[in-house]
């Protein structure tokens, strides 16, 4: 396994220090926190998630508080009984992205997130329990179990709700190359699974999260 002290010395030193570099740090949440996040909450994550996608963060973040009413507060059982001329109707609402594809997602999520309920007792318990060791697996499931989070955006929505997980940028991947720890193109179920042994690893070494060892990667190379 690659020593990871040397990646760290370098991050700090092009971050300015090792405060600096801990100010840029993700921060994840409890398990139990996780589970105390209620499913109108990680249902408006997913969303926001879905509708940031392409676009500018900040002009989609100033119309969430439109989102939050148009879609009766993300409350997944309310969501998923909203009919095609409920959906159809915010096409003409011009305070909310209107996006069809889009919009049809935050119903066909909210009906992922009401399976979770009763399945797992609901998405928060969902998160708590997978393990971080697993983190790509999980990736993989999100991704099946709901619409527009394949890709990067499972990754970015779990980093949005406080769940550790590291992210696959092109300078994490450049990171691992540059180090020696990982030479390829990361893509594909068996690549991933490379590149989480190998965090997996530096995690079990040094006791840091996932979301601090991509963060730390990604800050070691210009």
């Known amino acids: 396994m690659v020593d990871f002290q040397p990646i760290l010395e370098t991050a700090q030193s092009r971050a300015g220090g090792e405060d600096a570099l801990n100010r840029r740090l993700p ?25 940031r996608a392409g676009l500018k963060h900040s002009m989609v973040d100033g119309k969430w508080p439109a989102f939050e009413e148009a879609f009766l507060g993300f409350d997944p059982r309310r969501v998923r009984a909203m009919n095609d001329e409920d959906l159809e109707a915010l096409l003409a609402d011009a305070r909310i992205i209107r996006h069809w594809g889009k919009i049809c ?26 393990p971080a060791a697993e983190t790509v697996s999980l990736w993989d499931d999100l991704a099946k179990r709901f619409t527009h989070l394949g890709g990067n955006s499972g990754p970015y929505f779990l980093r949005m709700v406080g769940k550790d997980t590291f ?25 991933l699974a490379k590149i989480q042994d190998v965090l ?16 730390i990667l990604a800050m070691s190379v210009d």
């Open 105 to 130: 997602s935050v119903r066909h999520n909210a009906a992922a997130l009401c399976d979770l309920a009763e399945t797992h007792g609901g998405m928060g318990a969902y998160l708590a329990d997978w």
């Open 200 to 215: 997996n690893g530096w995690a079990a070494a040094t006791g840091l999260p996932l979301g601090h060892l991509s963060m």
């Open 27 to 51: 921060t994840a949440i409890s398990a139990a926190a996780l589970r105390n996040l209620g499913d109108d909450r990680y249902l408006s994550q997913i969303s926001l998630r879905v509708f």
């Open 167 to 191: 992210l696959l940028t092109n300078y994490v991947v450049r990171a691992l190359a540059h180090w020696g720890a990982y030479d390829g193109k990361a893509k594909g179920k068996r690549e």
